[in-house]
């Protein structure tokens, strides 16, 4: 497709409970990259993968979160036993080249996960 | 730390003046500074984009100024007009640095009619 898109747009889980979700990235595009927004400012890097093969996740909390990417599946970020803290926007990007000398990363319209 | 820093956190602007927000980096490796633009609700969408070995950027009323030796570059937004205003977001990138996108903390900016 010509955009990222994630599902779902909001997701509310209870403190404890599993959250899982979902980007296709932008076709084409050999990068897929998870971010977390809190409070609408920073942005966190969680994970960032080379087609199916992860680039770099120096930035995802292991003992809880998870993500994939396999061919001809859309994208996944799991997170097991949420905490209120998770709570967040959480945004997929992709790009055609990865980060640097001008290859850009579209991002999606983020999927919002609330954790009661 | 924080890789790209930016300021100011909050920006009130009248309608037909200049926002001008700032943005400062630490690692010369760096060879990619998008700005992006965010609504509420939405994903940041990209706005413009600078490469270092050039000092100015300009798209219609957005102009990005680059200070190499300085590490810092700014977003100029001329006649400023109330579908403006959104969060901007500063951002580097390298080819030798991973590939990651590294973010400001975003600037509110609110332009008055």
């Known amino acids: 497709g010509e955009e990222v898109a994630q599902t779902p747009k909001h997701l509310v889980r209870g403190e404890g409970q599993k959250a899982k979700l979902y980007c296709a990235p932008i076709?084409?595009?050999?990068?897929v990259f998870w971010y977390q927004q809190v409070l609408k400012n920073e942005f966190k890097f969680l994970i960032s993968?080379?087609?199916?093969?992860?680039?770099?996740e120096t930035g995802m909390p292991k003992e809880r979160f998870s993500a994939k990417c396999l061919p001809n599946s859309p994208c996944s970020l799991e997170i097991q036993a949420t905490k209120l803290e998770d709570s967040a926007v959480y945004f997929c990007a992709s790009s055609h080249r990865g980060g640097g000398s001008g290859n850009t990363i579209y991002f999606g319209e983020g999927s919002w996960l609330t954790v009661v | 730390q924080q890789q790209v820093k930016q300021s100011p956190q909050s920006l009130i602007v009248q309608k037909g003046g200049i926002s001008i927000i700032n943005c400062a980096y630490e690692n010369t490796a760096f060879d990619y500074f998008p700005w992006y633009q965010q609504f509420p609700g939405k994903g940041p969408a990209l706005l413009i984009a600078?490469?270092?070995?050039?000092s100015e950027k300009k798209e219609g009323r957005f102009t990005i100024s680059f200070n190499k030796s300085a590490k810092q570059f700014s977003l100029h937004i001329m006649d400023s007009q109330p579908g403006d205003s959104a969060t901007y977001f500063c951002a580097a990138s390298g080819t030798s640095t991973g590939n990651q996108f590294y973010f400001g903390t975003g600037t509110s900016l609110t332009v008055i009619p």
């Open positions: 600078i490469r270092p070995d050039v």
């Open positions: 993968f080379q087609n199916e093969n992860v680039f770099d």
């Open positions: 076709k084409g595009h050999s990068y």
